[in-house]
């Protein structure tokens, strides 16, 4: 079955301790990317990766890091949390289509709270 | 740069009564236009999408959508909700390969049906 599955889907944690929320996905795609939503801004891009070892900001890319080492894999990681990053993370991975289009799949999602 | 505006932030419905939510992005070139739902505590689905063709579009559980390029809009619509589809609705906008292939994301509108 295609999907993409994130890890935790659920985490509290403290101020200033690094996390890593893991995404993998079994598509084969290149394109993948990091979205939070908050209430009333909808999802908004942290970083997305064109392909392996290639990475770029999105719209709200600080205090995260992300890497991209191999295809399925897309780790976000928050060096130094703070309460302003508590959130709802999507991992999305990209299907490009032969029309220049294309359809993003989202993750379950991970609910971060950091107190 | 592409953004997206969802008109109404909150909507409140009778069972039976029809849906309509607004969607409006700014972008001069082509794009590849989506409305997604999130029921609550779940992550985001694909109601339906449009890349080309029909501007009349039509999507599961009963949604539809109208692309009007001329007025940059591509509203959702429902002729009889029902108790089921409360959940909180998504437009997004993807400029293609010209963006980074990055999905910008309305604001969202919470709908509650009433039973």
């Known amino acids: 079955e295609a999907q993409v599955t994130q890890n935790p889907r659920y985490l509290i944690t403290v101020t200033g301790k690094k996390l890593t929320v893991t995404c993998s996905q079994n598509?084969?795609?290149?394109?993948m990317s990091w979205y939070r939503q908050d209430p009333g801004l909808g999802l908004r891009q942290i970083y997305y990766?064109?392909?392996?070892?290639?990475?770029d900001k999105g719209d709200v890319p600080e205090g995260y890091k992300v890497s991209r080492k191999e295809k399925r894999n897309f780790p976000l990681i928050l060096e130094s949390p703070s309460p302003n990053q508590t959130s709802l993370y999507f991992c999305a991975s990209t299907l490009i289509t032969g029309t220049g289009g294309s359809e993003q799949f989202f993750g379950p999602g991970t609910r971060l709270t950091v107190l | 740069a592409q953004s997206v505006s969802q008109h109404n932030h909150h909507v409140i419905l009778s069972e039976a009564a029809s849906l309509e939510l607004g969607c409006n992005y700014s972008?001069?070139?082509?794009?590849?236009l989506f409305w997604y739902v999130q029921y609550p505590g779940q992550h985001l689905q694909l109601l339906l999408k449009?890349?080309?063709?029909?501007?009349l579009v039509k999507g599961i559980k009963g949604f539809e959508a109208e692309f009007i390029k001329s007025k940059f809009s591509f509203n959702l619509r429902k002729p009889s909700v029902q108790w089921s589809d409360t959940a909180e609705y998504f437009c997004a906008v993807n400029a293609g390969q010209a963006a980074g292939n990055k999905l910008t994301f309305g604001g969202g509108t919470r709908v509650l049906v009433k039973p």
């Open positions: 598509m084969n795609h290149e394109y």
């Open positions: 990766s064109m392909n392996v070892e290639v990475t």
């Open positions: 972008y001069g070139g082509t794009v590849n």
């Open positions: 449009y890349f080309s063709g029909d501007p």
